[in-house]
């Protein structure tokens, strides 16, 4: 697919066997990630009731699970699985270099778009056919210079990457293939001393990842496992776990539909 976006607004087409194939190509997840990560609280729930506290989940992520007083002068993040980039923006207040790595083309360059040009237009669904014109700015005060967006798959990455101070995987683990497989690659993308930041609401489902890659919800001989445990088992020793909060957010399908889900934060300190 073409990195760059023709045209700054996201239509309305057929849908491509790209989008067929992964949802996160669609119209559909594009509009709705847009305004996920940068819709104004106005944008995204213009209702006097509804949970407030789960908005900007991708400005909380970054502000919320990190120190940002204890990276390192010169530090480098890295976003594994940043959709359309809102949190590479805020880490890119605190680091000097930032990546972000989605598999999703679309995503990726959209990313792109608002780093280099400062917005994108898009449109908000409001009831079936129904759309509000929206535009999504890039964050106030970030130095677009500091940030880079790739296409690549978290469960095989470049070689070259180098080290991290910082990466943070959110809402990404439990819509990979083979979680284990990206797990397996974090003790050498994080610097000693670096921190691991991994959120997610726990959604197993099997149309992204077989049960038997599951790292949690189901019994072993008798007993429940957790995701928690089986991210334990899996980064320690080579990381230790510092603390975990409770992170809602807030995803709107359309005017009067939204999905609240609550995801667990971990933070995690590499050990060297
Ligand atoms: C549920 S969304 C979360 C996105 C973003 N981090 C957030 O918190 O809003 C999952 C993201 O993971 C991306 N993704 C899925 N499989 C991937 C893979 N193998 N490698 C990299 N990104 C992947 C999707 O394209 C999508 O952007």
């Avoid at 990457?161 to 959110?170: D, H, I, Y």
Wanted: charged residues 25%; proline residues 5%; hydrophobic residues 40%.
């Amino acid at each position: 697919m073409d990195m760059t976006i023709a045209t700054s607004r996201v239509h309305s087409e057929e849908n491509s066997s790209l989008e067929v194939l992964n949802p996160y190509e669609s119209n559909k997840l594009l509009n709705e990630y847009l305004l996920f990560h940068y819709g104004t609280a106005e944008e995204v729930l213009p209702h006097a009731q509804g949970p407030k506290e789960a908005l900007d989940y991708p400005v909380r992520c970054v502000r919320e699970c990190l120190d940002v007083a204890s990276i390192p002068a010169g530090g480098r993040a890295l976003d594994l699985g940043c959709a359309v980039g809102r949190a590479t923006f805020e880490l890119a207040r605190h680091c000097v270099e930032v990546l972000g790595i989605d598999y999703s083309h679309r995503f990726v360059a959209a990313a792109e778009h608002i780093r280099r040009e400062g917005g994108m237009a898009y449109e908000r669904v409001d009831e079936g056919n129904l759309t509000t014109p929206l535009s999504a700015q890039r964050p106030a005060g970030v130095d677009g210079g500091r940030l880079r967006f790739e296409q690549g798959d978290a469960m095989a990455l470049r070689r070259d990457l180098g080290r991290f101070e910082v990466v943070l995987m959110a809402n990404l683990i439990d819509r990979l293939q083979h979680p284990g497989r990206c797990l397996e690659r974090l003790p050498d993308l994080v610097q000693p001393n670096g921190v691991l930041v991994i959120t997610s609401p726990y959604t197993w489902l099997e149309a992204f990842t077989s049960q038997s890659e599951w790292l949690g919800g189901f019994q072993v001989e008798g007993r429940s496992q957790n995701t928690l445990e089986g991210l334990r088992s899996r980064l320690e020793p080579a990381f230790t776990l510092e603390r975990t909060l409770e992170l809602p957010f807030l995803i709107r399908e359309h005017a009067r539909k939204y999905q609240w889900s609550v995801a667990q934060a971990s933070v995690w300190r590499r050990l060297g």
